[in-house]
């Protein structure tokens, strides 16, 4: 009998450079310093530069809490709060509609387009005929799900066209390119996690946002300690959302290596995609123009419980992303406003998505047994 397969394993990477982080976490011991220092600052330069276009004056970024306060400070810094409405898709974690609501922001949620994207047809459609009663649409989050970047040639043409500022939800996408450019520093602001799962994870929570404009990182700066302008006095109504130092440190390990993972969790995908090639099953669609960083492989399936099942006898652990859509959840349901032209996809991909197992550190016959596995599962 094979050793079982995980869909996710946030560990490997702590084994595999256990030597890096036992470093890093003992010089934050040895400094004394556990909030705000050295290792978040170099932290934020490291991944601004990450982030950033290289060349091009780069992005400011601020380390915060996790990913959905990045979101939130990250539309507070832009200036999206009660009175506007932002268009985002629900075909997504619960944390970026969360965020929205948390910023005093009214949600508006649309349809995703056949590569699990906000689908620009349909935000056209809720610019058009916004739902009764929404304040105005202010901004758009488009989330770049799964790794894979949206069509952002016609997000943000549709942006510019009404004037409406970007925040994107880069929870998923760390490193994702489009059109060769970094996906994050198209909008105004974007936001990251680093949740132990995502494709770069601390040891805990963390997130961080990054901008092009300065004066919108110092406002995210001084919203995520209390508004302090300076110590002890607040220009702003503020929050605690503080990277920790112990974070920042294991963080700045990681990214180090995360070039390496995103090309490891393509060629696992492009793996998948020659293996599982011509069985009854909806591969990931591919978007011209990106190039994404598979945080997730997802497929599509008519008999989705049904071969997770068979997996799982197989040793092999899948994962749903998301199985009830952000406005059927209880807590959402008949109270958040829907875009003109419905969720018909949305409500269908929630019942038909797979999350095959992927991390940069699946091994080669393990990819093989997934594939193996698939084959039989989908022939009986
Ligand atoms: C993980 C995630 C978040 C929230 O990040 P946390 O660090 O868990 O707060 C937000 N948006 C998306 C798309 C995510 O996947």
Not at 2 to 14: D, L, M, R, V, Y
Request: hydrophobic share 45%; glycine share 10%.
């Amino acid at each position: 009998m094979h050793a079982p397969i995980a869909q996710t394993n946030p560990g490997a990477w702590c084994q595999a450079h256990r030597d890096e982080i036992e470093d890093a976490v003992r010089r934050v011991i040895d400094s004394g310093w556990y909030i705000l220092g050295r290792e978040v600052t170099a932290f934020e330069a490291e991944f601004a530069a990450f982030a950033g276009e290289a060349g091009t004056g780069g992005l400011h970024a601020v380390g915060v809490a996790n990913g959905t306060d990045a979101l939130v400070l990250a539309l507070e810094a832009v200036g999206i709060g009660p009175g506007a409405a932002v268009v985002t898709v629900s075909h997504t974690a619960v944390a970026t509609v969360a965020a929205i609501e948390m910023a005093g922001a009214t949600p508006i949620l649309v349809d995703v387009d056949e590569a699990h994207g906000l689908d620009p047809a349909a935000l056209e459609a809720a610019l058009a005929a916004p739902p009764p009663g929404t304040p105005p649409i202010r901004a758009i989050v488009p989330v770049h799900l799964y790794g894979q970047p949206v069509d952002l040639d016609a997000v943000m043409a549709i942006a510019d066209r009404h004037g409406l500022t970007v925040v994107e939800d880069m929870a998923q996408a760390h490193g994702a390119l489009w059109r060769s450019r970094p996906v994050g520093s198209f909008g105004a602001a974007a936001s990251y996690s680093f949740y132990p799962t995502k494709n770069l994870g601390a040891l805990g929570d963390g997130g961080a946002l990054v901008a092009r404009d300065a004066a919108i990182a110092e406002r995210a700066r001084s919203l995520r300690q209390y508004g302090w302008r300076e110590r002890y006095i607040s220009d702003m109504v503020g929050r605690n959302s503080r990277l920790d130092e112990l974070q920042a440190a294991i963080l700045r390990v990681g990214l180090r290596h995360l070039p390496g993972w995103n090309e490891r969790r393509r060629a696992i995908a492009a793996t998948y995609d020659r293996g599982l090639a011509g069985l009854p099953v909806t591969l990931p669609v591919r978007r011209p123009g990106a190039t994404h960083v598979f945080h997730q492989y997802v497929v599509e399936l008519d008999d989705r419980d049904a071969v997770a099942d068979r997996l799982r006898g197989h040793g092999i652990g899948t994962g749903v992303h998301y199985p009830v859509p952000v406005h059927l959840q209880p807590a959402y349901r008949n109270r958040i406003p829907l875009g003109a032209s419905g969720l018909a996809r949305t409500e269908r991909l929630a019942g038909r998505v797979l999350s095959l197992p992927m991390h940069p550190f699946l091994k080669d016959d393990e990819v093989e047994r997934v594939i193996q596995a698939m084959v039989t599962a989908l022939n009986s």
